[in-house]
């Protein structure tokens, strides 16, 4: 799919219909986000993927709040998504700018960028979800103390088609010099 289609065609999809996804194609998705820039190429983002049927249903129930549940009920998996702290934009354990682990955060952004254009690319959808139970998730994936979870990420098949949201005016958040 050319560059530009793709991304307008990506959207936050809210509704799911039943639809298999394999490891194969899970596996393309979260190889293709690993192409994503980072600093000084550390790759500090980590994914782990709930592929199961019966995990993704128990992960569902126990890692997302109600409303999260309900709008991701028929997703074919979920992928969380962490960075290893204190790793990125860090030299001899000290920050190397103000941001600290703001750059371990900046370049996972990056990263799940690619991931969700790279499963819209393979025919899927996704929704990006910042509200989780943290204790939960790192529990039931043993995700290290030292990685910072960000995210939780659907994927599945879009059940309705979404509008597109506007935009805002470039003039509002664009400034040419």
Request: with cysteine; net charge negative; aromatic share 10%.
């Amino acid at each position: 799919m050319e560059f530009s289609t793709l991304i307008k065609e990506r959207r936050s999809v809210r509704a799911y219909r039943e639809a298999e996804i394999t490891h194969e194609e899970l596996l393309g998705i979260v190889k293709d986000a690993t192409m994503a820039p980072s600093w000084k190429n550390m790759q500090a983002s980590r994914c782990y993927v709930v592929e199961s049927p019966e995990k993704v249903a128990a992960f569902r129930e126990g890692a997302l709040p109600g409303y999260n549940q309900n709008s991701t009920e028929k997703a074919s998996a979920y992928i969380v998504t962490t960075f290893v702290r204190d790793t990125v934009g860090f030299a001899d354990g000290k920050p190397q700018t103000e941001l600290g682990n703001g750059w371990g955060t900046y370049d996972l952004g990056l990263h799940d960028a690619y991931l969700v254009l790279a499963a819209r690319n393979a025919g899927f959808d996704t929704l990006i979800m910042g509200l989780r139970n943290v204790d939960f998730i790192r529990e039931t994936l043993s995700i290290p103390e030292e990685e910072t979870i960000v995210s939780v990420i659907a994927v599945g098949k879009r059940a309705l088609d979404p509008p597109l949201r506007p935009r805002k005016e470039l003039e509002k958040t664009v400034k040419f010099f």
